[in-house]
């Protein structure tokens, strides 16, 4: 079974500080990573995704993959209680099949 | 923005009715999805489609599930004899390089 493990949570962080959300994959064959954001009862919205080992920044946003590790993490600068949701890691090896972690819900207090 | 659209957004049924969930996918986008999401649990996939045929399909998606896409853009899902435990948020999803989430159809099985 192949598996995407994160830290329910909640985590809680300050307005303004940076929040770091962490899923580790069982599949080495593992090619592309996609963090979601899902709103309590809204469907997931994608924030980034990326396939190379390293760094990847959209705005507030860092995504960070180390594929020897076999683990995936979002960074979220500046973070706002808008932020507040739960995060969804997904990966994929081809495109046919995405499997989602259960989520990190995070907590930004003003 | 471009959208996926699904319909309808929450449906209630007797258990043993089969239901069809609609969606409409990005046009330009190649890869298709069918997702559910039990309450307060994790996103599951169950299906894949590509190319106009199924490409992948999870251990949920036994002989009571089928996909089509009948007239090259809508993309329906049948459950035939529903069961309690279908009782889920159904999420349609469409990939080109990003992935798009549908607002999701909530089934409600009783």
């Known amino acids: 079974q192949k598996e995407v493990e994160q830290n329910s949570g909640p985590l809680s962080v300050p307005e303004g500080a940076i929040a770091s959300l962490n899923c580790t994959y069982s599949d080495r064959g593992s090619q592309s990573f996609f963090w979601y954001r899902q709103y309590s009862g809204k469907s997931p919205e994608l924030i980034m995704f990326?396939?190379?080992?390293g760094d990847k920044e959209d705005g507030r946003f860092t995504a960070q993959l180390n594929k020897a590790s076999q683990y995936v993490s979002l960074l979220i600068r500046d973070s706002q209680p808008s932020d507040s949701a739960t995060y969804l890691c997904?990966?994929?090896?081809?495109?046919?099949?995405?499997?989602f972690g259960s989520g990190t819900k995070l907590n930004v207090k003003p | 923005e471009p959208e996926v659209t699904q319909t309808p957004s929450h449906q209630v049924t007797q258990m043993g009715q089969e239901v069809i969930l609609r969606c409409v996918p990005i046009?330009?986008?190649?890869?298709f999805y069918w997702y559910r999401q039990i309450l307060g649990q994790k996103v599951e996939f169950l299906v894949s489609f590509y190319n106009n045929e199924i490409s992948e399909k999870s251990e949920i998606f036994d002989d009571q599930f089928s996909v089509e896409r009948p007239d090259g853009s809508n993309f329906t899902l049948k459950i035939r004899s529903t069961k309690l435990e279908d009782s889920a948020m159904y999420f349609c999803?469409?990939?080109?390089?990003?992935?798009?989430f549908g607002q999701g159809t909530r089934l409600t099985v009783v």
């Open positions: 997904a990966v994929t090896n081809n495109f046919n099949k995405f499997y």
């Open positions: 046009s330009n986008h190649l890869y």
């Open positions: 990326i396939y190379s080992n």
């Open positions: 999803a469409s990939v080109a390089v990003k992935s798009f």
